[in-house]
């Protein structure tokens, strides 16, 4: 019998790119007050995008998934999140490519990049940037 001494734990960490400048043009043109309002609207509705993205997954509902990440790569862009905006795209890709095993693995990047890109905006101190 063969006896395994040590087991390694992969963690994944990903990191999240916010665009700067596209928050401070938010606080620029609709004034700080309501450019926090608009991100923690923002905010809520990724969270909401997400999690229907992977119930969608395991409905294995293609097309509502599809439209579903391909709206967290509108929304998310609009406020700076490129790392989202681009892992959203990469979902719809292999969606349309139909590899249900690479959709399986970009899906789960983009809950991690998701959750990390909202921990990120919600962190910051001075959403005025």
Same mark, same amino acid.
């Given at each position: 019998?063969?006896?395994?001494?040590?087991?390694?734990?992969?963690?994944?960490?990903?990191?999240?790119?916010?665009?700067?400048?596209?928050?401070?043009?938010?606080?620029?043109?609709?004034?700080?007050?309501?450019?926090?309002?608009?991100?923690?609207?923002?905010?809520?509705?990724?969270?909401?995008?997400?999690?229907?993205?992977?119930?969608?997954?395991?409905?294995?509902?293609?097309?509502?998934? =599809?439209?579903?990440?391909? $709206? !967290?790569? @509108? %929304?998310? *862009? #609009?406020?700076?999140?490129?790392?989202?905006?681009?892992?959203?795209?990469?979902?719809?890709?292999?969606?349309?490519?139909?590899?249900?095993?690479?959709?399986?693995?970009?899906?789960?990047?983009?809950? =991690?990049?998701?959750?990390? $890109? !909202?921990? @990120? %905006?919600? *962190? #910051?101190?001075?959403?005025?940037?």
């Amino acid at each position: 019998m063969n006896v395994v001494e040590k087991i390694i734990t992969l963690e994944q960490q990903e990191s999240v790119h916010l665009d700067p400048d596209r928050l401070g043009g938010l606080c620029t043109q609709l004034g700080d007050t309501n450019a926090v309002d608009v991100l923690c609207r923002t905010i809520e509705e990724l969270a909401l995008r997400l999690s229907n993205c992977e119930r969608f997954w395991r409905q294995r509902n293609w097309v509502d998934l =599809r439209k579903c990440a391909k $709206s !967290l790569v @509108a %929304i998310s *862009d #609009q406020v700076g999140m490129t790392a989202l905006a681009r892992v959203a795209g990469d979902v719809v890709n292999t969606v349309d490519t139909g590899d249900v095993v690479a959709t399986g693995a970009t899906l789960s990047r983009l809950i =991690r990049v998701g959750e990390r $890109s !909202l921990t @990120a %905006i919600w *962190d #910051q101190q001075d959403l005025s940037v």
